[in-house]
């Protein structure tokens, strides 16, 4: 029976999970499968992998074959290095300590190289997360200055035209009282006159009583 390493899907929608499994190379991707060896899942930043060492070097060995993205996943841990090394174990060109220590010594490299990468992928987030801020702020200062401009041209406007009203209050006020002024001022002329005529009226009855005098 032929026998591969592949990946069989599971999760939700656009969520994806993947079960490393070793299966019948004629089994559907997602169908029975002989034994699950680990998971991927390619949802995180980086992907995170997850292998039973033991027995995924153990089938490697024993002549299972991986798919193209089962043997990516299966080298980024180390475990096509792990055989290179076993089968030079059974050939005699370097004995199982000196094989265990060089694969030991691959995977502390290997973390050092993951903690660089962690590292810096932190570090352009950092980065990228302050340039949008920096970005954000500038916009909103810019916005923030479009509204006092126009605030203060509203506020211009409004005192522009309340002083007008005022403005014109005060002519108005000022063209009435000018008016009743200019009305108010024969009046004050006019009243000798009335005065005047008053001993023209008194001369008469005494015209009048001379001339009975005489008649007498």
């Known amino acids: 029976m032929a026998v591969k390493i592949r990946l069989a899907r599971r999760g939700r929608k656009k969520l994806a999970m993947f079960d490393v499994v070793v299966a019948d190379a004629r ?4 169908g029975k499968f002989v034994e699950k060896i680990g998971t ?43 055989k290179h090394l076993q089968v030079g174990v ?13 694969f030991e010594a691959w995977k502390v490299e290997k ?35 479009v509204i006092a401009a126009k605030n203060k041209v509203a506020d211009e406007a409004i005192v522009a035209s309340v002083v007008e009203a005022i403005n014109a209050a005060d002519e108005e006020a000022t063209g009435v009282e000018v008016d009743e002024v200019v009305a108010e001022a024969p009046a004050v002329e006019e009243a000798p006159a009335v005065e005047e005529s008053a001993p023209a009226a008194e001369e008469a009855p005494a015209a009048e009583a001379s001339e009975e005098a005489a008649a007498e």
């Open 40 to 82: 991927y899942n390619p949802n995180t930043n980086p992907a995170t992998i997850v292998l039973n060492e033991k027995q995924a070097i153990q089938w490697v060995l024993n002549g299972a074959q991986p798919t193209d993205t089962a043997r990516a996943v299966l080298s980024s841990k180390g475990i096509l290095y792990a």
């Open 90 to 102: 059974l050939k005699g060109a370097l004995t199982q300590e000196q094989a265990d220590a060089k």
């Open 27 to 30: 089994a559907p991707r997602d």
């Open 111 to 145: 973390a050092k190289q993951v903690e660089a990468s962690n590292t810096k992928l932190a570090q352009s987030k950092a980065k990228s997360k302050a340039s949008r801020l920096e970005a954000e702020a500038k916009v909103s200062s810019a916005r923030a200055e």
